[in-house]
């Protein structure tokens, strides 16, 4: 049984990371063979007894990319295991991940879906909902709800595991982009290494939302400003058409200007790729078993769409981003983690 770190960056010991700690007492592995360390701002404790070892290590107010390169150096596990505070395993979760390192050595790292708990809030889930849903999630629904094994190319760092060595190799995160080091870690596992990135249903986790609007949008714009600027800077893993689509609906939509202005007589024809839209919507909808849930899920799918289309082209006409400047720097930090 190989030795494993468990390394979650925090801004502040807070009540996610309690939560965290008290399911990972509960996995099943050998506690020799496990350790955990915390990082967080400033000093912190945390009471209670712990079956494995665990350490809290300060680093004032850097990137969770630098946090986690910080744990990298004062862990020992052959296997790290990335998670962030608001994440918390099931009980299968490391010896799963383990099994499949075990079962190949050109796997570099492994991940898991990250669902949302049922006791979060109502907007909570609804921000679980938009992300796991068909339309809201598309190709990438699969990291929030249990789907099929595949190897993978980009993975979140909220549920990933990867081999010592590996880090070694690709000199850890050694990144100051926040979001997206994820990609950046991930680009450098299958690009340079040439390993793979296995997803696995049964490494799994499950992860808070933010609350929806407010706090799923702010993240949501985030993505979309990375991941268009990761087009120019990473295209091997994110010059990807899934990635476009939403800034071509919102073209779409800004079309209707022409039918709705000059030529009234092709509206019904402009309309169908709305109307079908509108209908796979619907679909969405029917899945959510609560209605309230369902009706705010369906609308909140649509002002994703629509942020996301226009912070793409945002990343992608940005000079620079994530690492342009110390006063750019500080204001992202200030965000708080994510």
Known sequence: MKTVSIIIPVKEINDYIRESLAHINKLDYDPAKVEVIILPDNPGKISGKFRFKTKIIPTGRIYPGEKRDIGIKNSKGAIVAFIDDDVFPMKQWLKKAVELFESSDSIAAVGGPAATPENDSFLKKVSGDIYS???????????????????????????????RD???????FNTEFWPGEDTVICLKIVRDLKMRIVYDPEVFVYHHRRDFPGGHLAQVTSYARHRGYFVKRFPETSLKPGY???????????????????????????????????????????????????????AGIFVNHVAYGICFVQGLLAGKLGEESKAGKRETKDRGQK
């Open 133 to 163: 849903s068909f339309l809201g999630g598309g190709g990438c629904r699969y990291r929030y709800t249990a789907g099929p094994r595949r190897d993978v190319d980009d993975y979140p760092s909220c549920n990933l595991i990867i081999r």
């Open 166 to 172: 590996v880090l070694k190799k690709i000199g850890g």
């Open 244 to 298: 476009f689509v939403p800034t071509a609906f919102v073209a779409y939509l800004i079309s209707f200007i022409y039918p709705v202005c000059f030529n009234r007589g092709v509206l019904l024809f402009w309309s169908a790729p709305l109307a079908l839209y509108v209908l796979l919507l619907l679909a969405d909808g029917t899945r959510t078993k609560n209605f309230a849930r369902a009706i705010v899920m369906m």
